[in-house]
């Protein structure tokens, strides 16, 4: 598929994505559930969820069906990758629509350190744009987007597994992972819809992890492609926007070095999300 064809398709599913969500909500009357945080066991939140997970969990379903059918031998490991993928998933979503207990442990440190910081209590917590007319349409956008990728990501590596080559054209001339961009874009959506501290450390966790799959996913491509994909990764970026970097993620340096990378990387998103809240947190 070639590139132009490749955003094309992007841009197509993700209007009609975003449409049909747009619409549908104002047709249920649900959009109001944008305007404040309602605890997720309300009737109307979880039409909201179901309606924006099903088709991701739809499509996450049939590519891992869909390779295991190809490959039959590996049908145990796609079924292991499918739980592993809706577990994560949905344990984040669950708690950035309100269920606070299930990261509790997250959520003292997290405390500790906006009180530590001197942030008043009415003032702590919330991003103003759950108080604009921009809440609705940047969160339905960002889950149609992340949607959208995901979409054409998975047919462009279905194409190439039939090929039994490496997917390198489409969206994959212009990152390694569109797939994991995807996913971190729609779980963002999902973040920005309650914009708590919570809420975002959350995302960013899922992201981080997102991005550790792809580091050793490459390193399982090294070994099957060796230097054709060495070549690939040295000429395409990882993951823009989010990591715009050529050629290899990890540090050279041992071990150590790598996980002493990985530690400090985590450490300063946290440290990032919380200075963001510093600055621009509004009262509720």
Excluded at 132 to 139: I, L, N
Excluded at 208 to 227: D, P
Excluded at 264 to 272: E, S, T, Y
């Amino acid at each position: 598929m070639n590139r132009w064809r490749s955003w094309l398709a992007v841009a197509v599913v993700a209007v009609v994505a975003y449409a049909a969500m747009h619409f549908g909500l104002r047709a249920l009357g649900l959009e109001t559930l944008f305007s404040e945080q309602i605890s997720v066991h309300t009737p109307g939140r979880s039409l909201v969820v179901l309606a924006l997970v099903a088709p991701f969990g739809i499509l996450l379903l049939a590519s891992l069906l869909g390779s295991a059918v190809a490959r039959s031998s590996r049908i145990g490991v796609y079924a292991a990758s499918c739980l592993v993928y809706f577990s994560l998933l949905s344990q984040a979503l669950l708690a950035m629509s309100g269920a606070f207990l299930l990261v509790l442990p997250l959520f003292w440190p997290v405390e500790a350190v906006t009180h530590a910081l001197g942030l008043h209590p009415a003032r702590r917590g919330y991003l103003p744009i759950q108080y604009t007319v921009a809440h609705e349409p940047v969160v339905t956008a960002l889950v149609a987007v992340g949607l959208a990728f995901i979409v054409v990501g998975l047919v462009e590596v279905l194409r190439a597994r039939r090929r039994g080559s490496l997917a390198t054209d489409g969206l994959y001339a212009e990152m390694r992972h569109p797939q994991h961009l995807g996913i971190i874009l729609w779980t963002l959506g999902f973040a920005l819809w309650g914009a708590s501290v919570i809420d975002l450390v959350i995302w960013f966790i899922i992201a981080y992890v997102f991005v550790c799959l792809g580091v050793h996913e490459e390193g399982k491509l090294v070994e099957r492609f060796g230097s054709a994909y060495e070549d690939y990764r040295s000429r395409v970026r990882f993951m823009p926007p989010f990591v715009p970097v050529r050629g290899s993620l990890l540090p050279r340096g041992g071990t150590g070095r790598e996980l002493g990378g990985m530690i400090f990387a985590f450490a300063a998103g946290i440290a990032v999300i919380l200075l963001l809240f510093y600055l621009v947190g509004v009262p509720r």
